[in-house]
């Protein structure tokens, strides 16, 4: 995944550029370095936002339809986590509209246009660091789901009994 790359390439530029404390050897290279991070973690993150929800919720769905004996007892966690870090970007995202709608009457500099997007995305970052280090989560219960049998029905529905559909459209009356 790009996210986790994105995560290797960091901690490996950190552990370069930080003493032994973890503070940086360069305050404002370290934290140029950090705000193309959050850049390069907001990008990889969008593809896979525009479907989040539906991604969140056919998982809840596959979660609650298993075996007991397939569930992994880390995912109601993962996927509460998820969504709230779905939660806060969306609102984070909804906050950056509203800035920059503002911006069209207040005219920021260029700088403050930047300063104002890196701290939207150092804000995200913990939230974008859920997605990056749990949303595997996803795909684990997706998979499982296909190797978990289907539940057996308890009861078939006698046909007698259901009620009948009465068309209400006209191209289905004839």
């Not at 940086?24 to 705000?35: A, F, I, Q, T």
């Not at 993150?45 to 979660?63: C, N």
Request: aromatic content about 10%; glycine content about 2%.
């Amino acid at each position: 995944m790009q996210s986790e790359m994105i995560l290797a390439s960091w901690d490996s530029y950190s552990e370069k550029h930080t003493d032994a404390d973890g503070w940086p050897h360069d305050e404002e290279s370290y934290g140029w370095r950090k705000v193309q991070r959050d850049v390069q973690t907001w990008r990889a993150f969008e593809p896979v936002r525009r479907s989040a929800r539906d991604l969140l919720a056919t998982a809840a769905f596959q979660f609650r339809h298993m075996a007991a004996s397939d569930l992994d007892s880390r995912w109601p966690w993962q996927l509460s986590e998820l969504t709230k870090a779905l939660d806060r970007l969306e609102a984070l995202r909804d906050e950056w509209a509203k800035t920059r709608e503002a911006g069209r009457f207040s005219r920021p500099t260029r700088e403050q246009f930047i300063d104002a997007l890196a701290e939207r995305n150092a804000e995200a970052w913990s939230e974008l660091d859920t997605w990056a280090t749990q949303g595997r989560a996803l795909l684990d219960v997706h998979f499982a789901a296909f190797k978990s049998p289907a539940p057996a029905p308890t009861k078939v529905p006698d046909p007698s009994l259901m009620p009948t559909v009465t068309a209400t459209c006209p191209a289905m009356r004839r």
